[in-house]
């Protein structure tokens, strides 16, 4: 069994302070076997991170689209913010990478929605059909439904944006994968461990936002 962490932040985020060696010791302390770092429009931090644990890092981006957020996994080369879904697909893609939503109808975090979804269905890879930062359950069981339809891999996240979300919601393979589409097919034989985050952590993100804007805290460039 592989458990997985498919939506976390690091200090490269706006909203995180998760210094790179941290996210990674937090992963063997809590028996996290793979983790995609998917800051928000930025991949310097989790290639960063690939290069300091390759087995376990999965280089990935959480991409603002002129639509809404899609996550990005298995990319080398940064995908640039507010280009049209469909674009941001086509350059994952091009990368030999793959991409699906992040909490698809979450009004407060810029989910893409039904019909944004439905219009690039054929462009998608899976959807994320849990996040542990996604208060209202009817918004996370509205993603699995979607996915149902649609016949997509599903993944279920953290969305970790501290050091203790790492792996709080898991996604959890019974085998291990030997290129992005393999991924994929095991994805459609994963379990899943789902469990909601505290609201505390949404107040933690705002404070991180406010520290960096007030310069007390920058990443390590």
């Known amino acids: 069994m592989l458990n997985l962490e498919l939506h976390s932040h690091t200090q490269y985020s706006p909203d995180s302070l998760s210094k790179l060696p941290d996210v990674i010791a937090q992963c063997r302390k809590v028996g996290i076997d793979r983790i995609a770092i998917t800051d928000h429009s930025e991949i310097r931090g989790a290639l960063q991170a690939h290069n300091m644990a390759p087995d376990l890092v999965i280089v990935g981006e959480e991409v603002m689209t002129t ?13 640039p913010p507010y280009l049209s ?19 698809p109808f979450d009004p407060r975090r810029s989910g893409l929605g039904r019909n944004n979804l439905l219009r690039i269905a054929e462009k ?25 339809e649609l016949d997509k891999p599903m993944i279920c996240c953290s969305d970790a944006h501290t050091l203790k979300e790492i792996g709080v919601s898991r996604t959890c393979l019974h085998r ?16 899943y461990v ?3 985050s505290s609201h505390r952590v949404s107040l933690k993100s705002t404070a991180a936002s406010i520290v960096k804007g007030f310069g007390f805290r920058q990443p390590d460039l």
């Open 85 to 103: 879904p469909e674009e941001a697909c086509e350059r994952v893609h091009a990368q030999g990478g793959i991409i699906g939503p992040s909490h």
């Open 176 to 191: 291990d994968y030997t290129s992005p589409q393999d991924f994929l097919a095991a994805l459609r034989e994963a379990d």
């Open 194 to 196: 789902p469990h909601t």
């Open 67 to 79: 639509q809404g957020e899609l996550l990005c996994y298995f990319i080398t080369e940064l995908i």
């Open 124 to 148: 998608i890879d899976f959807i994320e059909v849990f996040n542990a930062r996604t208060y209202d359950k009817s918004k996370n069981d509205l993603a699995h439904q979607l996915a149902e």
